[in-house]
């Protein structure tokens, strides 16, 4: 038994005095033709000499099946280098993952996510923003006309307005969604792109409020060293009006258009801006996109190839 | 723009910061410099001059009086010295010439000089190199001196052969129709009475404010000159220059609005140099139509206002420094200034430019960040948002891939873009579909399976609607509405039902155009067969079908706003049975245009409520099976929420299911 090499020769030794005709198992069975006194004897014995034998197979066999398990494991193999089968997933967009962690951060930070149509009317786009008609500033914004009289919006601006008239002070808002230029497109300038606009009306609202919240919002999204300043520019709906760039890498580069929200848009939406001033923002998601995931064409964006899009 | 470093160094004694250090300075406090080059001796400046500062700083001037408040340097504001002009008491030049101005509405003020004794020629190397650093061409020295004075001041002036104009008059009146001009450069224009013009007594001689006439320009043989420094109504000159499509130096600045009461200075400046390089003789006086004085304005300004607008305390003093570095006067005591704005400052209308003044010479860097204290009032839900995301986040699970695409579309639409970029993009769209199509078109040669969405506005008529579309491309219809059945169930949509297709408008009262990409369009994209109307309840919420399309594309098209009404949060989680189930075949034989759902009718009304679940396995038809039929074959999944069932009432339920089949002549259960 001790020198079974492996279970088959374990089992022929069990067989030969265990099995249906084994020696021990024959002997056993001779008992009941015994004498009394003989059968009391060799029946304790044979049946001690049973369990024995039990246990010793039985931890013979365990020690040689654990042997041949791992002989087996020995000789068993993947290659480990042979592609993985892909999953079957899906993708989002890139800029819905974008506008999501935006969404994220700003709602963190109290504002609402809030949202406005994109075809808009002259009124909501330009004049209630201060952008008078036939004002040289209207040129910063090239716009698609519509044949129903209506344009499409060149900037989520419109929105400020639409829930100022609506809703009670004091605000914290963001609007995304798509905008419109009209203009010719090459690597970083699209007929359509996704925006997103930010406003904030509450008692003594400040630039140094503002830059906290940009700041906050750009270390946020890009990690503790993006730094951020503000250079003086012009927007009809803001004054004081910034140019926000980000320190990136090295070099700065323009983000955003921002500033304290113009009394005369406060106005057109029934606000007094000594007593309700506030900032507005308006930051291109696609330059987040761009930057985050180092695209180097925004049309890609909007070009429908999977090769890009499964990439996110 | 364009400016040379020379030339605003020649507006200080002490030596301004090298060209890229000033281009920084200017960037953070004025404007951005976009480019700052060496040009010959001189460095040329870039720099991006907003749009509402363009009335003082279209000029050299005016960045010399930004640099000015900016590094602390003096002065500041003011021309170069030297430019009085002798006493000429032969001539005065109102005897030469008179200016007829028809209203001042479109003219504010025009004043002219007579200058005599000319001798044209070239001009002088400093004032070539000047107009050359700026990108100008040099003509001859008179010329040049006016575009010189433009490019110092900001004013457009305009010079004019005295012999030949007409009566020896000027007026100011808009074109007459059919009037024609031949500008400096042989260009040909036809006027029209939205253009104003300068004309002499009988023809238009400069189109105003815009370009000059060919007729009477100067050359060697001029002798008198007559100059003109004229201030017109920008929205004027901007319509002008948009009818004839010709922007210009002058029309350009002249459409931002410049100071009224520079066409003096300007002039003054020009006649000085004009009698430098071309020995002309100025004649004593102008001629200054100049009706309504503009005089400086006052503002008031609150120095706590400005703090908390700014969110930082600035020195008062300080405050004063930087307002009168800029060229304000301020007068007034304490925290309450009163501020004068010079003419020239256009752009300062109310007390938060002048803030904004204060803020960026100051430096916005010296602002520090502060976050705004406010109520604790948490976001307010958008439940939009929260299905859109939703609904992205469940097709992605089903494999999908989201798409963006343009708004627009080249195939017809209900709303038309009146200045198209291109007659690819000449409509809105009208459906998502179309423009999916193009993905899948643009991208079947790399991939052979293709599952993509997108969640986008749709445009009809002044209306606009979210829509939720998706085109699949080596898909059988199965799989996509099997899709739909993971949409609807994880945004909570129960009694989904798919309705036979119908190309007539369903009766929701809402609006049907005939387009593309409809489902009542002549051009309806939808295989009527093999299509689907997507039903909740009685509400039709969108399509399901296969496309008119080569390549067997499946495509869904659904009603966003709809859907996010429909989709409920909460979601019940269903009691799992402790009592086994025991899991039954059948397969019955039915006529090929049998629906499985007419089947399934029958099978759960029969079965009751033992029957937890019916599952259609295998459709089959062919070999083995006669023609005309098909063979469905299910799995029904007895089980009870409180006991074991035994097989025999599995037995009787499942011979009732049998019976009830065959109810129907043409079905045969195949037990």
């Not at chain 1, 730094?227 to 580069?253: A, H, T």
């Not at chain 2, 101005?101 to 002088?124: E, F, H, L, M």
């Amino acid at each position: 038994m001790l020198h079974a090499k492996d279970l088959k020769e374990l089992d022929i030794a069990f067989k030969q005095y265990l099995g249906d005709n084994g020696e021990l198992t024959l002997i056993l069975r001779s008992l009941k033709d015994m004498p009394k006194a003989k059968k009391t004897k060799i029946g304790r014995e044979a049946n001690e000499l049973k369990n024995f034998l039990n246990v010793k197979f039985s931890k013979a066999a365990a020690t040689l099946k654990e042997k041949a398990q791992k002989e087996a494991e020995l000789k068993e193999w993947f290659d480990i280098t042979a592609p993985g089968k892909k999953a079957d997933i899906g993708h989002l967009h890139p800029l819905t993952l974008v506008r999501r962690k935006v969404e994220d951060i700003f709602e963190s930070m109290g504002f609402s996510v809030i949202e406005g149509p994109e075809m808009e009317t002259e009124w909501y786009n330009f004049d209630a923003l201060n952008i008078p008609k036939d004002h040289p500033a209207r040129d910063l914004w090239d716009t698609f006309y519509l044949k129903n009289e209506l344009l499409l919006r060149t900037h989520t601006s419109p929105v400020q307005i639409r829930y100022m008239e609506k809703n009670q002070p004091p605000f914290r808002i963001i609007a995304p969604g798509r905008v419109f230029r009209h203009e010719a497109t090459d690597a970083s300038h699209e007929i359509n792109f996704c925006q997103v606009e930010g406003l904030m009306i509450g008692k003594d609202i400040s630039v140094a409020n503002l830059k906290a919240i940009m700041q906050e919002f750009f270390q946020r999204f890009f990690g503790k060293s993006a730094e951020i300043r503000l250079r003086p520019s012009y927007f009809p709906f803001v004054e004081p009006g910034f140019e926000v760039d980000m320190k990136w890498r090295g070099d700065w580069m323009e983000m955003g258009g921002m500033g304290m929200v113009h009394p005369n848009v406060l106005k057109n939406a029934g606000l007094n801006a000594k007593e309700w001033p506030g900032f507005a923002f308006g930051v291109g998601m696609d330059r987040l996109a761009m930057i985050k995931y180092k695209i180097d064409d925004i049309r890609l964006f909007y070009g429908g190839d999977l090769r890009f899009l499964q990439q996110f | 723009m364009i400016f040379s470093y020379n030339l605003l160094q020649s507006f200080f004694s002490r030596k301004l910061p090298k060209p890229d250090k000033l281009a920084e300075l200017l960037t953070l406090h004025s404007f951005e410099v976009s480019e700052v080059k060496k040009f010959k001796s001189d460095h040329v400046l870039d720099i991006d001059v907003l749009p509402n500062r363009a009335g003082d700083c279209f000029s050299h001037v005016g960045i010399a009086r930004e640099i000015a408040a900016i590094t602390n340097y003096v002065p500041a504001g003011h021309l170069p010295k030297g430019d009085k002009l002798p006493k000429n008491k032969e001539n005065s030049a109102k005897d030469f010439i008179s200016v007829d101005i028809r209203s001042q509405s479109y003219c504010p003020r025009y004043t002219a000089r007579v200058i005599g004794n000319i001798k044209v020629g070239p001009s002088p190397k400093w004032l070539k190199d000047s107009l050359a650093a700026c990108g100008l061409n040099s003509i001859n020295n008179v010329v040049d001196v006016a575009n010189y004075v433009m490019l110092e001041t900001g004013q457009p002036l305009h010079v004019f052969d005295y012999e030949k104009l007409d009566s020896k008059k000027i007026i100011v009146r808009f074109a007459k129709e059919g009037e024609k001009i031949t500008a400096l450069d042989g260009q040909k224009f036809d006027l029209n009475p939205k253009i104003l013009v300068i004309a002499d007594g009988q023809k238009p001689v400069a189109i105003a404010g815009i370009k000059g006439g060919k007729e009477p320009e100067i050359n060697e043989m001029t002798k008198t000159i007559v100059l003109e420094s004229a201030n017109f109504n920008p929205t004027i000159i901007r319509k002008g220059s948009r009818e004839l499509n010709l922007k210009t130096d002058a029309s350009v600045r002249f459409e931002h609005g410049i100071d009224v009461n520079l066409t003096e200075s300007a002039i003054n400046r020009a006649a000085y140099l004009i009698q430098k390089t071309a020995l002309g003789k100025p004649f004593r006086d102008s001629v200054d139509f100049y009706p309504q004085k503009v005089y400086p304005k006052k503002i008031k300004l609150d120095l706590n206002y400005a703090e908390s607008l700014l969110g930082a305390k600035i020195p008062e003093r300080e405050i004063r420094n930087i307002l009168m570095r800029l060229g304000f006067k301020v007068i007034g005591v304490r925290n309450q200034l009163s501020v004068e704005i010079p003419t020239f400052r256009l752009d300062i209308s109310i007390p938060e430019d002048l803030i904004e003044e204060i803020g960026r010479i100051y430096g916005y860097d010296k602002i520090l960040p502060v976050f705004p204290t406010a109520s604790l009032i948490p976001p307010k839900i958008n439940n939009d948002m929260l299905w859109e995301n939703q609904i992205k986040d469940i097709l992605k699970e089903a494999g999908f891939t989201e798409t963006y695409n343009y708004s627009f579309q080249k195939e017809l639409g209900s709303v038309e873009v009146e200045n198209p970029t291109s007659q690819e993009f000449k409509y809105l769209r009208p459906s998502l579909i179309p423009n999916l199509l193009k993905n899948i078109e643009k991208n079947i040669k790399s991939f052979n399976q293709i599952k993509i969405f997108e969640v986008g506005k749709i445009f009809y008529d002044k209306t606009e609607k979210r829509m939720l579309a998706g085109v699949a491309a080596g898909q059988d219809f199965y799989q996509i509405k099997g899709a739909m059945d993971l949409l609807f169930d994880k945004l909570g949509i129960v009694k989904v039902w798919y309705d036979d297709y119908q190309a007539t408008p369903a009766a929701f009262g809402e609006p049907r155009p005939v387009l593309a990409g409809r489902e009542d369009s002549p051009k309806s994209l939808w295989k009527e067969k093999k299509s689907a109307e997507i039903k909740v309840g009685n509400i039709e919420v969108g399509f399901l079908g296969e496309l008119k399309n080569e390549l067997k594309i499946v495509a869904f098209d659904l009603d966003f706003e709809k859907l996010k009404t429909l989709a409920i949060e909460d979601q019940a989680y269903k009691t799992i049975s402790k009592y086994p189930a025991t899991i039954r075949d059948l397969a019955v034989l039915v006529p090929l245009t049998t629906k499985v759902e007419e089947v399934l009718n029958v099978i759960e009304a029969a079965g009751g409520s033992l029957v937890a679940d019916v599952d259609l396995f295998d459709i089959y038809e062919g070999e083995g099976i006669s023609d005309g039929q098909k063979n469905l074959a299910f799995h029904i999944i007895y089980q009870a929420q409180d006991r074991t069932l035994t097989s025999i009432e599995v037995y009787k339920i499942h011979q009732n299911i049998i019976k009830s089949l065959e109810e129907n002549l043409t079905w045969q259960a195949r037990k």
